[in-house]
């Protein structure tokens, strides 16, 4: 494996050890030429997933950009990054347990929804406001009157 920070293509594992899920090797790593250590993620890929967008084209799923929305719509909020890599790797796995080649972005954005739901209500209403494209503060206020319910009398 090649080292990130200096590009030494020979660097040496150090540790080994599963993923708290058991779905990923995690290898500590360490780079003779520089000194620099990192860390890497072996995982098994099924079958090569293609997202087809709203618009109709397709691209190759990104594990890492669902990372980083859902990331973004945690920040800040009390949820670990092992969290987050688990719902990432859950995520995943039910897209490729799904059989298909093909996944519609629609249909990963709702799973993402469901999870958040569950999750985090704050990090469900941000991911929300980027997905469903909100305009204005009134859309906002449909939606969480949607979430909430309405009021008890």
Excluded: W
């Excluded at 799923?61 to 945690?74: H, T, V, W, Y």
């Excluded at 995943?92 to 985090?120: A, C, P, Q, W, Y």
Aim: hydrophobic share 35%; with cysteine.
């Amino acid at each position: 494996m090649r080292c990130p920070f200096c590009g030494h293509d020979d660097t040496q594992v150090k540790d080994s050890r599963p993923t708290e899920d058991n779905s990923a090797i995690r290898r500590r790593r360490s780079c003779p030429a520089c000194g620099s250590r990192f860390t890497t993620f072996e995982r098994v890929q099924i079958r090569d997933l293609v997202v087809v967008k709203k618009g109709g084209g397709r691209v190759p799923f990104d594990r890492e950009k669902l990372l980083r929305s859902i990331g973004i719509a945690l920040r800040k909020r009390p949820v670990e990054e092992d969290q987050i890599e688990r719902i990432v790797n859950g995520i995943h796995r039910r897209l490729e347990s799904l059989g298909e080649n093909e996944v519609s972005s629609k249909f990963i954005g709702e799973l993402v929804m469901e999870t958040l739901m569950d999750l985090d209500k704050v990090a469900y209403v941000r991911y929300a406001s980027v997905y469903r494209n909100f305009r204005e503060a009134k859309d906002f206020e449909e939606f969480l009157g949607k979430m909430i319910g309405p009021p008890a009398d």
